[in-house]
């Protein structure tokens, strides 16, 4: 059970006030970097701005008080911003609710039934992929504010969205697009000035203080959206109907596996960084009743965030108590200057989400993967342009699909079998140390060696492979040294293959089956109908069981009658 213990009651047992010193700094710094992100995120994801900062300090406290990871800092992301779009686009507010109370419960489910090891099932190639289509996503839908261009409501279409972008280029505000210009310049080269002051709030602050002083024309939060409403709302339950619920199965599935995928992959991160070893089902689990709790509050979807966990770390963070000052301090600035929020510039917004988008995007893994073999290219493909130009959901759907078709037809192809009864004959000197100087094969004996996992993708391989030996063999011996599993069509192979060899008076043994298949052959109907005298742990076993068979088949020649003289 001790995955499934909260790291925060584990790293108190050795803290000390010099830690706490350094978690309560790098907590303040990452509550003061979520704070553009919060609300950015959620204003991107089609909500209003408040439900970023209550999806920050709801989830972003229980994810580090009760998570398996030392230093992960939870919150709304960018990979949710395109799957929170289509919900709200398509079901309401009410449905993003649901679907994230249902995605928390799954989430939850995850954990107890020890799923934290989901992430080594998911190919690199279809993360990559879909990260970087949300990342297109995420910059194309920034540059409306970017630029200030002067057009309605961006389409969530992709298709659309190109078109009404491409009509209305050339609408540009210029002092929005000198503001978004300057948030974005500031952006990128403050980091080489300082990096303890988070480089996305001197964009902000400075871009406020200049649209402000200046009376700049430019939309701001408070002129969109009006004013931020800052207190903590009371928790309320939505109306759950079993029709709606059963209308976002899917969505909340896509939420709960992106959750999971991104908050497991950020606590690896992290794990890499400070040498540490998170509880991915304790993960899971913190997960799980995050997203339960933040939509009851007003928030939207969180998970684990790979930048601010890593600012954490760099600034000195080891223990959750970093992440529960980060939630706290958001709090604290919520509530005490909240107000002030809406006079960001919308285009200091988008200038923020548009770096989060490029290093989103991780354009250089991508490109690499590019050279990488055809059917991880493929899902990768894939993967990327169904996220761009179809549906986040789609794109996961069929990725791993897709990804899991490719494995089988790897898995199949190297899996062979062939006959190697005149390569045993011809080494049985040398190199195979089973087989002795009297284990000659007797003629009518064949020997097939089956290598790989023996599934239904290889089991027409294994049937194609004994049709094709002309002669018709006396004894057969499957050699299965190197099956690593066994499968029921694998099983059904093998039957087929023993009943018709049966039918044609041939004699089946196998030899040297390792534990999986022999567990699997033994339950089967097959175990008991081929036998235990048919099964051998070596191959010289398997041939003089061979060689006896062959001696029982000998017909004994008849008695000759005695004659003499006296007869």
């Not at 600035?333 to 200091?348: N, Q």
């Amino acid at each position: 059970m001790r995955d499934l213990v909260p790291k925060l009651f584990t790293t108190m047992r050795q803290y000390d006030r010099h830690q706490f010193g350094r978690d309560l700094l790098a907590g303040t710094i990452v509550g003061i970097v979520a704070l553009p992100l919060a609300i950015a995120f959620a204003i991107a994801s089609g909500v209003s701005p408040e439900r970023g900062l209550y999806t920050a300090i709801v989830a972003g406290f229980i994810i580090s008080a009760l998570g398996g990871s030392r230093v992960q800092i939870g919150g709304p992301t960018g990979a949710f911003v395109v799957i929170v779009y289509g919900i709200v686009a398509q079901y309401g507010l009410e449905g993003l609710t649901i679907a994230t109370l249902m995605a928390g419960a799954i989430l939850v489910a995850m954990g107890l039934a020890r799923m934290g090891a989901i992430i080594k099932f998911v190919p690199q190639p279809l993360i990559t992929g879909f990260t970087s289509g949300i990342a297109v996503i995420i910059a194309l839908g920034q540059l409306k504010d970017l630029l200030g261009l002067r057009m309605g409501a961006v389409p969530a279409d992709f298709a659309e969205k190109i078109t009404a972008l491409a009509s209305n280029i050339t609408n540009v505000t210029p002092w929005a697009a000198a503001v978004g210009g300057l948030s974005l310049l500031i952006v990128v080269a403050w980091p080489r000035v300082s990096r303890r002051i988070p480089a996305p709030l001197v964009a902000l602050l400075v871009s406020t203080v200049v649209v402000q002083a200046f009376g700049l024309p430019v939309d701001t939060i408070g002129s969109r959206f009006g004013e931020l409403n800052v207190a903590i709302p009371r928790p309320v339950m939505p109306h759950l109907s079993f029709t709606e619920a059963t209308r976002l199965v899917g969505p909340a599935f896509t939420i709960a596996l992106l959750g999971a995928i991104e908050s497991l992959l950020s606590a690896v991160v992290a794990d890499g960084m400070i040498g540490g070893r998170h509880r991915s089902n304790m993960e899971l689990v913190a997960q799980g009743i995050a997203n339960i709790a933040s939509p009851l509050f007003g928030g939207i979807p969180a998970t684990g965030a790979i930048a601010r966990t890593a600012t954490n770390v760099k600034n000195g963070g080891r223990t959750p108590i970093a992440g529960i000052t980060h939630a706290v301090v958001l709090l604290l600035i919520t509530v005490l200057f909240g107000k002030w929020a809406s006079l960001i510039p919308m285009a200091t917004l988008a200038a923020i989400l548009a770096m989060v988008a490029y290093h989103m995007s991780e354009w250089r893994t991508f490109v690499d993967e590019l050279r990488g073999p055809r059917a991880d290219v493929a899902v990768l493909l894939v993967s990327f342009f169904l996220t761009v130009v179809v549906d986040l959901t789609v794109a996961i759907e069929v990725g791993m699909v897709l990804a899991a078709f490719l494995f089988m037809h790897r898995m199949a192809e190297s899996t062979t079998v062939s006959v190697v009864t005149r390569e045993l004959e011809r080494s049985r000197d040398t190199s195979d140390p089973e087989l002795t100087s009297t284990s000659a094969i007797p003629d009518g004996v064949e020997v097939f060696e089956i290598s790989g996992a023996f599934f239904f993708g290889a089991a027409e391989t294994f049937k194609d492979t004994l049709a094709s030996v002309s002669k018709r063999p006396k004894v057969l011996i499957i050699r299965m040294r190197d099956v690593s599993m066994l499968d029921a069509t694998g099983l059904r192979a093998l039957r087929d293959v023993m009943r018709r060899s049966r039918s044609q008076r041939t004699l089946v043994l196998v030899s040297e089956i390792h534990t999986q298949p022999l567990m699997a052959l033994q339950r089967s109907a097959l175990g008991a109908e081929l036998g235990a005298d048919a099964i051998f742990l070596t191959l010289e076993d398997a041939i003089d069981r061979a060689r006896q068979h062959l001696a029982e088949r000998v017909p004994t020649p008849l008695a000759t009658p005695v004659t003499g003289p006296d007869r």
